[in-house]
């Protein structure tokens, strides 16, 4: 084990530390009323345990991948997050729509804690691979941008549409 964790990358390992637990903890706050407090729901109470299972074993493999810093290993982690930060978007527009299902008009779904600090730990790992892929300057911009641009994608398709912000949004913009 200590050999594993020698040449270690301790940001990546940071941020993939970080999202373990965030796989585990509440993602959303479901409100019946705006002005109510909510109930927080984590991904196991929308989904099966498969979802946070196979979100678990990404953020393993980049443990791993971190740990071990193969050539390529800065690669396998920029992909990786970027598949939780593409995942965790569309997971969250699909969850705030089962969630709202025959709820009144004023129920809303917030992003809460997990979702936040899976955001975080995703920026993280990517910052690392970033940063290990400098001499690598398309793949690296490959890495820093196919995750947002891919959650811009998602917004502008109205993915997130039944998350509260968005809902929020949507009534100011008529006025």
């Avoid at 804690?113 to 993280?124: N, P, Q, S």
């Avoid at 001499?135 to 109205?158: A, N, P, Q, T, Y």
């Amino acid at each position: 084990m200590r050999k594993l964790f020698r040449n270690a990358d301790p940001v990546a390992l940071t941020g993939a530390v970080l999202g373990v637990p965030a796989s585990l903890i509440g993602w959303w706050t479901f409100k019946p009323f705006r002005i109510v407090s909510g109930e927080t729901i984590a991904l196991s109470d929308v989904f099966s345990w498969a979802l946070p299972f196979g979100i678990l074993c990404i953020w393993f493999t980049i443990i791993v991948s971190a740990g071990l810093r193969y050539r390529g290993s800065s690669l396998v982690q920029g992909i990786a997050a970027n598949l939780v930060l593409i995942g965790s978007f569309l997971v969250s527009g699909l969850a705030a729509e089962r969630l709202l299902e025959g709820e009144p008009a004023a129920a809303r779904v917030s992003l809460s804690t997990g979702f936040w600090l899976t955001i975080a730990a995703c920026y993280v790992v990517i910052f690392a691979a970033r940063q290990q892929l400098a001499d690598k300057r398309w793949v690296m911009h490959l890495v820093s941008w196919i995750g947002v641009i891919s959650c811009l994608i998602i917004l502008f398709l109205g993915k997130l549409d039944s998350i509260s912000i968005m809902v929020e949004y949507a009534g100011r913009e008529s006025r």
